[in-house]
């Protein structure tokens, strides 16, 4: 999920400013203003199965934490 704080708080609509800008001078701006982050959930459980031995899972944590 990419998300854009702003005051402490997630604000949907500065994201949307900054992706209608696209490429143009303001966007550079608009992005050191309201920079954006990437906010990565994993599932660890599903209807009481452990997921975290599956190929998806081990991948995302060695990105994330750099080791399996």
Same mark, same amino acid.
């Given at each position: ?5 702003? &005051? &402490? !708080?997630? $604000?949907? =609509? *500065? +994201?949307?400013?900054? @992706?209608? *800008?696209? !490429? /143009? #001078?303001? $966007? @550079?701006?608009? $992005?050191?203003?309201?920079? /954006?982050? @990437?906010? #990565?959930? /994993? #599932?660890?459980? @599903?209807? &009481?199965? /452990? +997921? ?9 944590? =060695?990105? #994330?934490?750099?080791? *399996?």
């Amino acid at each position: 999920m990419l998300v854009v704080w702003d &005051g &402490g !708080r997630l $604000a949907f =609509e *500065r +994201l949307q400013q900054r @992706l209608a *800008r696209g !490429r /143009d #001078v303001g $966007a @550079l701006a608009a $992005a050191a203003t309201w920079p /954006d982050h @990437l906010v #990565v959930f /994993d #599932v660890l459980r @599903l209807k &009481g199965a /452990d +997921l975290t031995s599956w190929p998806g899972f081990v991948v995302s944590n =060695e990105l #994330v934490h750099g080791r *399996r």
